[in-house]
């Protein structure tokens, strides 16, 4: 049976919070909270610190938070769900604080797999166990997704020793062409950091590899699955069979960074 | 607004924050420029706002990804 509505958006906020909490706390970094914000202090490369929630207060509270922003005791980056907040965002604003992003928060309950062949028969599907496979599986992400920023290997083998993070990939002439990672907490397994090669995207790799590692899951018994995708990604999900039940804005104080 | 006055202004902006070694043309985009990734993206554009006094909407801080699309929207929002 289907969940409630307010439970889907409860499981998909809180998958991508457990996700950022467990990075953080294996990176050896505190978590902590703020007038029933939950924030997460991550100096381990590729994600930020960011403050996650919100509260019936927000607007009061943002002389507070921003304050707290500025001398450094709360991270400079704020995600929140909630879908056309024109008031706290006017407020934000006047508080440098600015929306940056949103992301849509997506749903699915699924007991039997996808099956889907690959799009290319020279593509090979599979589940990075080594610390030398996910070194290379670091190379891609490094430059097909988070351009710019230094993906810090040592934490990526935490997480694979990790039963919670698991990471699948692609292969194509024994080299990775394609990433995604998986990370499970209470039943529900969020998916993370989707990424194909420039040369080989809009050939429906990033779909395959999405349904194979689900397949994988479902088989293991996990039928609740969440992601945050932006607006590129939206088409590609709705397909797979997600929904959109939620929507996170995604805000930064400048100068703060 | 004169077009080559906007493009001053972007250009003043751009090497301010990426270093004068960059080359700077309409065509110029964030994967040709190193440090212009999506977070220093919105430095320059709200630097951009300030010194044109008005706001991008956040599909069009999204969907600017070179030096020609900032100017046609600031061209768009200057010209009336």
Not at chain 1, 28 to 52: D, Q, R
Not at chain 1, 56 to 74: E, F, H, Q
Request: aromatic content about 12%; proline content about 2%.
């Amino acid at each position: 049976m289907e969940h409630s509505e307010k439970h889907k958006i409860s499981r998909t906020e809180k998958n991508l919070f457990l996700f950022y909490h467990d990075i953080s706390t294996l990176s050896g970094i505190s978590c902590g909270k703020y007038e029933g914000l939950n924030y997460v202090m991550n100096t381990a490369g590729v994600w930020p610190s960011f403050i996650l929630g919100q509260t019936g207060s927000d607007v009061t509270n943002l002389p507070a938070v921003s304050g707290l922003i500025k001398k450094g005791v709360l991270p400079s980056f704020w995600i929140r769900n909630a879908t056309n907040d024109e008031k706290f965002e006017r407020t934000a604003l006047s508080y440098g604080i600015r929306k940056i992003n949103e992301w849509q928060g997506m749903y699915l309950e699924r007991d039997y797999q996808y099956d889907m062949q690959p799009p290319d028969g020279n593509l090979v599907f599979s589940e990075i166990i080594t610390n030398n496979e996910l070194d290379s599986w670091l190379k891609l992400i490094g430059t097909e997704l988070i351009t710019g920023k230094k993906a810090h290997p040592w934490l990526f083998h935490k997480l694979l020793a990790s039963k919670k993070f698991r990471f699948f990939c692609a292969k194509k002439a024994g080299k990775i062409v394609s990433t995604l990672l998986t990370y499970s907490s209470d039943k529900i397994t969020g998916i993370y950091m989707v990424s194909t090669r420039k040369d080989l995207r809009g050939k429906s790799i990033g779909t395959w590899i999405t349904k194979s590692a689900m397949d994988i899951l479902i088989s293991e018994g996990n039928n609740i699955f969440v992601l945050h995708s932006t607006h590129k990604g939206l088409t590609v999900y709705r397909k797979i069979g997600f929904t959109q039940v939620c929507l996170f804005g995604i805000y930064w104080m400048l100068e703060q960074v | 607004m004169e077009h080559s006055y906007i493009i001053s202004k972007v250009k003043k902006i751009f090497h301010s924050l990426f270093g004068e070694h960059n080359e700077f043309n309409e065509d110029t985009s964030s994967s040709d420029v190193h440090g212009w990734d999506s977070l220093k993206h919105v430095v320059f554009i709200s630097k951009i706002e300030e010194e044109f006094g008005f706001r991008f909407s956040l599909d069009e801080m999204q969907e600017t990804t070179t030096i020609g699309d900032i100017c046609r929207i600031i061209d768009s929002k200057t010209t009336l």
